[in-house]
């Protein structure tokens, strides 16, 4: 896929809806960043933290709301959502995945049980075993592995050294990053007579329509029936889902975070980056998860939670204010109890 090498300020306005102050032909040939973009770059203003960078930009056109003063050497284009218009813009110039040409390389091994939809392409290297099953134009890049009886839906992009584990099932337009891993076995082990007794793990993993799965994240297959995740949930590099884990549809899970085995997540669920819930608890729709957080029992629907253990937001907050205070109260609880001895009665 070729993108589009340049376009005109005018061109971005109506593509994004917005209104357009400054020369409509002004040229727009990358995007970057605002302290980073330069002249024929188009950048975005979605923080207020970075507006006295708006001085110093040297950017060509830029995504801003609606309120917000612009140099006037600067194109604007004024949206209420800055942030959202920029992911329409970048549309136009990404290059798409990397191509893998369809049909199978000369190196990749194929069983002769497996079967391959229209235009699905197998890259160097790569495995498919013994009555996996491909959808139309799905593609498995270099070194990628999918396993005895696996199936793949339409449109699936797996980068590469990517793995899908034996009888695990894949929707349509799945993207697994880089070493992504689906259908490692989970953490299942007995204590028995002094030691660990390995507990196979003969369930699978089943991924809906429109997930992304970061580089090098797990999903472990299941001891026994399904670990599921619902479609369009998009979860983060480095991000650990374990056994029996069961993730509802459009949840979003950031880098390092990690979820217990047999844990139930809602719709439109959000965990910050290297929060961890526990095992065998319920997350309702719309939880908001803090980063660092620690979830160790069930949450109710639409509830912010942060800290450890994992409580009301505005609680934990108060409670880190609390915290704060300690040493100062330290002091003057020392104070008290001297003047309390030398017959002062004092505090300072």
């Not at 592995?145 to 590469?160: Q, R, V």
């Not at 026994?224 to 369009?232: A, C, P």
Request: proline share 7%.
């Amino acid at each position: 896929m070729t993108a589009p090498r340049e376009r005109k300020a005018g061109e971005v306005a109506d593509h994004v809806e917005g209104v357009l102050e400054g020369d409509p032909d002004v040229v727009v040939r990358a995007v970057a960043g605002i302290e980073e973009a330069g002249p024929g770059d188009l950048t975005f203003l979605a923080h207020p933290r970075y507006r006295a960078a708006l001085d110093e930009t040297r950017a060509s056109v830029i995504l801003v709301p609606p309120d917000v003063p612009c140099p006037a050497a600067l194109t604007a284009v004024r949206v209420a959502d800055p942030y959202g218009a920029l992911q329409r813009v970048l549309g136009w110039f990404d290059p798409g995945f990397p191509g893998v040409a369809p049909g199978v390389h000369r190196t990749a091994v194929v069983d002769p049980s497996a079967e391959l939809g229209p235009d699905a392409a197998v890259g160097p290297h790569a495995v498919v075993e013994a009555g996996a099953r491909l959808g139309a134009r799905t593609c498995v890049g270099v070194g990628g592995y999918i396993g005895e009886a696996a199936e793949l839906g339409e449109d699936c992009y797996l980068y590469p050294h990517a793995y899908v584990g034996r009888r695990c099932v894949l929707g349509d337009r799945v993207v697994l990053q880089p070493a992504a891993v689906i259908g490692s076995d989970g953490f299942g082990y007995a204590f028995v007579d002094g030691r660990y007794r390995r507990i196979p793990q003969i369930g699978i993993v089943v991924i809906g329509d429109d997930v992304e799965i970061g580089a090098n994240a797990c999903i472990d297959r299941a001891t026994l029936g399904v670990t599921r995740i619902g479609r369009g949930t998009k979860i983060d590099n480095l991000v650990q889902v374990a056994h029996n884990v069961a993730i509802a549809e459009d949840s979003a899970l950031a880098a390092q975070s990690g979820v217990a085995g047999s844990t139930r997540i809602g719709k439109h669920v959000r965990l910050g980056g290297q929060a961890g819930l526990a095992g065998h608890i319920r997350v309702g729709d719309g939880v908001q998860v803090g980063a660092q957080a620690g979830v160790i029992g069930d949450v109710p629907p639409g509830v912010t939670v942060s800290g450890y253990p994992a409580r009301p937001h505005h609680e934990a907050m108060r409670a880190e204010a609390a915290l704060r205070r300690l040493p100062d109260l330290a002091r003057r609880v020392r104070a008290l109890e001297k003047g309390r001895r030398d017959g002062s009665g004092e505090a300072p």
